[in-house]
């Protein structure tokens, strides 16, 4: 057999210290060419030239902004996906990252840890609407006071249904399960429609297992770890609730599929293909499902978690980095506040998606929650929806009141353990909820000792 | 390189050297070519790669020296055990089937009288398949459900397996993917060593009365003796890097029942972000591999003398 040498694969993002040539380091980055001074920035995340309609808006942003200010230039880098944590590393390691780097929520902590993204604090107290931002979205680019980011999108997770299974299941639509108990009663109807349907389908490997078990965990109200973050606390009654709700849907029930060991794009595919009823996930799920699996939008529904207490905050957002002059800070956070936190411009220009024909009404992003930016935001979208915005109501309405809750320390690592019970209940019918959550625990902790 | 041994003859000293390099220097100039490739690309990162093992870095400060520190890490891990106990399991078991199949394939291969070239591509096609494709393509397979092997065994009146998503047939299930994907080569290879076999050992043994066991017995592996033992150790240091099968097909599960050592150090450079851990892992398993190909090339230096 010839698997890659992983070794080397290992090694290769020093390689490219060797290659790169200091992508923060440009002549036009000499000190003192703060004020009037021209400095360019590199900005991660440009729509790629195959989704035409979203270049054309980046372009169009872009071509507005360095109009507004003559004295930055934008030098957008796309990529798909944005980001890859396989070339994290060696884009560090080589000089080639982006000077405003893209991120996903999950990896803002061990990026803030790491020292590997730059202090704005001083930076974004002239963003006009930062105040206005939900704290809980705001904390998750936080560290103690200090603020290493700025957030792109938010959403908090709920029940993705698939509409048409609803009705054909003899199900309502309109009325989405509010209770686990109404999710079996659910997942039942809709399992029993024939071979290869799945009431309701769940993640086990990868760490996407634990990443959900945490999603889950914490909308019943537990905990990942103790408030110190030095000690694992998902041994617990929630916890177990968790996995007993999932070993009943799989075994009791019959409503999970026999096909197990799923990862993030399992779920999408199974989605899109119209056999699976019901996942874990927020209205972005719906418009994965749509762009990149053959779903339609209208066919799809979202929810509110059931029974939730609070919800794992997903998004993403950007950061800088660590080596960009002060002068480049300044430009990227005038950038990413046009860009990404004004209503009516940028990402919120409602008007220009709809004349694009792109889907607009979803839920999300949400930065703002209730305040004046948010509502005025909520208003743009509604005039301008696209897509069936009734079918995502019961999200917007039951989530409302839920609170993001930041991810756990270490959360890669526990999410690696935490795959080990979630797989166990998924694929043996003997499992021991309690030894499972007993030995993830105690390897939760040393995990946790150890960074502590 | 017959031109690099000075005849007995000729003037020896320092003269004798330059002109000794004048004349081959077309064939260094050849040969740096390839050595700076070689050092650029594989031996840089693996000294770099050891380095990182004893350091921590983010890639943006200078790094610091940890000394043992990212060994204690992984080996304190509770995923350590197992992914060496799988990835010892998962060569055992490719040896098994991996090695053994092959040289089965190509006996028979041999023996052929008719379509021997169609056989060959046949056997060999899997090999061309991009290995991302070929393990997806057992992802369909291997589907409790709806999959080729469970209509197979429903056609033979035989319970469904689980196969990927049970703890007790999993590794199996990766070790028949990769022996799948990687049987073309073993087969061919023994082939050819099957083919140097001169054919009069074989018609002695028929006129001794020799039955088909008895002559891949005694005349078939003592005479592919060498070239079996190579691919033994070739087989282990390529199996126990084993990566893509359990990174696409199981992640690692279930309950850690395929998570490798290549698997656990990828999770730690790229899901951890923790390089150092991820380093001193690839080092461990750097240095296992470095036994078995001790053993190799001491057999390759024996076989050419």
């Known amino acids: ?452 | 390189m017959s031109t690099t041994t000075a005849p007995a003859s000729r003037p020896r000293g320092p003269g004798a050297l330059r002109s000794g390099i004048r004349r081959n220097l077309t064939a260094y100039g050849f040969l740096c070519g390839a050595l700076i490739c070689f050092a650029f690309f594989s031996w840089y990162p693996m000294v770099q790669e050891v380095l990182l093992s004893f350091q921590r870095t983010n890639f943006v400060d200078e790094p610091t020296w940890v000394g043992w520190a990212n060994f204690r890490t992984v080996a304190e891990d509770a995923a350590f055990a197992d992914a060496w106990l799988n990835t010892i399991a998962f060569t055992g078991l490719a040896l098994v089937f991996g090695y053994v199949v092959p040289f089965v394939a190509a006996i028979v291969l041999n023996e052929l009288r008719h379509a021997k070239a169609y056989l060959r591509f046949v056997v060999y096609l899997p090999v061309m398949l991009p290995p991302a494709v070929a393990v997806l393509l057992f992802k369909w397979f291997y589907d409790p459900g709806a999959g080729l092997f469970n209509q197979i065994l429903d056609l033979a009146h035989l319970p469904a397996l689980s196969w990927l998503d049970s703890t007790d047939t999993a590794l199996i299930s990766l070790v028949i993917v990769s022996t799948w994907m990687n049987l073309g080569t073993g087969t061919l290879i023994y082939l050819a060593a099957l083919q140097s076999i001169p054919g009069e050992l074989y018609e002695a043994a028929e006129l001794d009365g020799a039955g088909l066991f008895k002559r891949v017995w005694h005349v078939t592996i003592p005479q592919t003796k060498l070239i079996l033992l190579v691919m033994l150790l070739l087989q282990i240091v390529a199996t126990m890097q084993v990566f893509i099968e359990p990174y696409l097909l199981t992640g690692g599960g279930p309950e850690n029942a395929t998570l490798t050592v290549a698997y656990l150090m990828y999770q730690y450079a790229f899901n951890f972000g923790d390089f150092g851990g991820g380093g001193a892992l690839g080092l461990m398993l750097m240095v296992v591999l470095m036994v078995f190909s001790a053993f190799y090339l001491r057999l390759s230096r024996d076989n050419q003398s």
């Open chain 1, 1 to 452: 057999m010839k698997p890659p040498k992983i070794q080397m694969l290992l090694a290769a993002g020093i390689v490219l210290t060797a290659a790169g040539c200091g992508g923060s380091e440009a002549a036009d980055d000499k000190p003192g060419a703060a004020g009037g001074s021209a400095v360019t920035i590199s900005v991660g995340c440009q729509p790629p030239r195959s989704n035409t309609l979203e270049r054309s808006a980046w372009d169009e942003d872009v071509a507005a902004f360095e109009k507004l200010h003559p004295n930055i230039k934008i030098d957008s880098k796309d990529a798909f996906p944005c980001i890859n944590p396989d070339t994290f590393q060696a884009k560090l390691a080589g000089g080639t990252m982006e000077d405003v780097f893209y991120v996903y929520y999950t990896d803002v902590q061990k990026i803030i840890a790491a020292g590997q993204a730059a202090d704005i604090t001083p930076y974004v107290s002239g963003v006009s609407r930062l105040k206005d931002l939900r704290p809980d979205v705001l904390n998750v680019f936080k560290s103690g006071e200090k603020i290493y980011g700025l957030p792109r999108t938010n959403y908090t997770t709920g029940l993705v249904y698939n509409r048409k299974l609803f009705t054909q299941a003899g199900l309502n639509p309109d009325a989405p399960p509010k209770t686990w108990a109404e999710v079996h009663e659910a997942a039942k109807k809709i399992a029993a429609l024939g071979p290869g349907h799945v009431g309701f389908g769940e993640y086990s490997a990868g760490n996407t297992g634990g990443w959900h078990f945490a999603a889950s965990l914490y909308g019943r109200g537990g905990e990942m770890v103790t408030p110190d973050g030095k000690a694992a606390a998902f041994n617990s009654p929630e916890g177990k609730a968790v996995l007993e709700n999932l070993k009943k849907m799989r075994w009791t029930d019959n409503s999970m599929g026999s096909k197990q060991l799923l990862q993030w794009e399992d779920l999408m595919r199974m989605m899109g293909g119209g056999k699976l009823g019901m996942m874990i996930g927020a209205p972005d799920v719906v418009q994965t499902v749509n762009n990149d699996f053959k779903g339609k939008f209208e066919d799809y529904g979202v929810t509110a978690l059931p029974e939730a207490k609070a919800s794992l905050g997903g998004g993403d957002g950007y950061m800088i980095n660590p080596k960009a002059t002060p002068e480049k800070i300044k430009a990227a956070v005038l950038w990413l506040e046009f860009h990404e936190l004004t209503p009516g411009r940028g990402q919120f220009d409602y008007e220009r998606s709809k004349r694009q024909g792109r889907p607009v009404g979803l839920p999300i992003p949400d930065l703002y929650g209730d305040t004046e930016p948010g509502k005025e935001i909520v208003k743009l979208r509604e005039a301008n929806a696209t897509v069936p915005v009734a079918n995502f109501a019961p999200f917007a309405q039951g989530s409302a009141a839920i609170q993001n809750k930041l991810e756990p320390p270490k959360a890669q690592e526990l999410y690696a353990i935490l795959d080990v019970p979630m797989s166990a209940v998924l694929t043996r019918q003997d499992a021991d909820i309690d030894q499972l959550l007993a030995d993830a625990e105690a390897k939760a902790n040393k995990v946790l000792a150890a960074s502590s």
